[in-house]
């Protein structure tokens, strides 16, 4: 015999919730003390509901983290925004981001001024919300294997960000999808890849990536970058880092710009 469990929604719904609305007019019939504390309590939330749908951005934040579980650094590319819109000014009115849960951080993008977003997301969507199939509908945002060429023109994007997505792919493909990445981009390819060493969310991980993330050095990288022929962008770090250091930021992740081929 098998054993469904119980959905917690159906069983409050099923009449758990009807004693406690009857107790409340109860008591509250008696006590006036008691409708105007709930009045205030009404007030409270109405007005942290309006506060927190205002929220913008920080809200953004929350959702990606709570999406991955753990370390992201697609959930840094919106931390670092600020300092990415210091260092790339005009070249982040057109952006593709690579990596998961792209739904997140495109719709935050979208609410920036001057900014249009696209959006790759690399693996299987599974449980989305509704405004991410949205976004899906419309083409914004697509699921497609970063193995194989890119469904773009070349220099389609001013801009690249990929968080998270590198780390799961090994140097043969490496070899294919990075010099894509450049292809695709015009003022250049920004990098968030996770630290060795760091904690990543492990359930599911394996399944849903096809193998664990291989989180490399930045001497790994780098030497990775020479051999591909792609150069590194020296005013871009500059400026970054000029940013970074201004407001206190400090990146979880590693950060890497890359120029786009001429
Ligand atoms: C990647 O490409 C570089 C240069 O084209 C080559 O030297 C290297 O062996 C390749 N690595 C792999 C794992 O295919
Ligand atoms: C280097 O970065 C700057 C932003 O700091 C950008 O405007 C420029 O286009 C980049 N160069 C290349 C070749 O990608």
């Given at each position: 015999m098998s054993r469904r469990p119980v959905n917690p929604t159906r069983r409050l719904g099923d009449g758990g919730s009807i004693p406690f609305v009857a107790t409340i007019q109860d008591k509250s019939r008696n006590s006036p003390l008691l409708s105007i504390g709930l009045v205030v309590v009404g007030a409270i939330l109405l007005i942290g509901y309006c506060y927190s749908s205002s929220g913008g951005a920080s809200s953004g934040i929350k959702d990606v983290s709570k999406l991955e579980g753990g370390a992201s650094c697609t959930a840094e590319v919106l931390q670092a925004l600020p300092v990415l819109k210091k260092a790339y000014g005009d070249s982040l009115h057109k952006v593709l981001h690579v990596g998961p849960d792209s739904c997140s951080l495109v719709s935050s993008l979208l609410k920036e001024e001057d900014t249009e977003a696209w959006g790759i997301e690399p693996y299987e969507l599974d449980d989305v919300s509704a405004k991410c199939k949205k976004l899906v509908r419309k083409g914004v945002v697509r699921v497609a294997d970063?193995?194989?060429?890119?469904?773009y023109r070349p220099k389609s994007f001013s801009l690249v960000i990929v968080s998270d997505a590198l780390d799961y792919l090994s140097p043969r493909y490496l070899n294919k999808t990075l010099p894509e990445l450049a292809r695709v981009s015009s003022d250049g390819i920004v990098i968030f890849s996770g630290y060795p060493g760091q904690q990543r969310a492990r359930g599911g991980e394996v399944a849903k990536f096809g193998r664990p993330a291989k989180l490399r050095s930045s001497s790994w990288w780098i030497r990775f970058f020479v051999q591909s022929s792609l150069e590194e962008n020296e005013s871009a770090i500059k400026k970054f880092e000029q940013a970074s250091t201004k407001r206190a930021y400090k990146p979880a992740c590693q950060v890497f710009h890359l120029k786009s081929y001429p």
């Amino acid at each position: 015999m098998s054993r469904r469990p119980v959905n917690p929604t159906r069983r409050l719904g099923d009449g758990g919730s009807i004693p406690f609305v009857a107790t409340i007019q109860d008591k509250s019939r008696n006590s006036p003390l008691l409708s105007i504390g709930l009045v205030v309590v009404g007030a409270i939330l109405l007005i942290g509901y309006c506060y927190s749908s205002s929220g913008g951005a920080s809200s953004g934040i929350k959702d990606v983290s709570k999406l991955e579980g753990g370390a992201s650094c697609t959930a840094e590319v919106l931390q670092a925004l600020p300092v990415l819109k210091k260092a790339y000014g005009d070249s982040l009115h057109k952006v593709l981001h690579v990596g998961p849960d792209s739904c997140s951080l495109v719709s935050s993008l979208l609410k920036e001024e001057d900014t249009e977003a696209w959006g790759i997301e690399p693996y299987e969507l599974d449980d989305v919300s509704a405004k991410c199939k949205k976004l899906v509908r419309k083409g914004v945002v697509r699921v497609a294997d970063i193995k194989f060429p890119l469904p773009y023109r070349p220099k389609s994007f001013s801009l690249v960000i990929v968080s998270d997505a590198l780390d799961y792919l090994s140097p043969r493909y490496l070899n294919k999808t990075l010099p894509e990445l450049a292809r695709v981009s015009s003022d250049g390819i920004v990098i968030f890849s996770g630290y060795p060493g760091q904690q990543r969310a492990r359930g599911g991980e394996v399944a849903k990536f096809g193998r664990p993330a291989k989180l490399r050095s930045s001497s790994w990288w780098i030497r990775f970058f020479v051999q591909s022929s792609l150069e590194e962008n020296e005013s871009a770090i500059k400026k970054f880092e000029q940013a970074s250091t201004k407001r206190a930021y400090k990146p979880a992740c590693q950060v890497f710009h890359l120029k786009s081929y001429p």
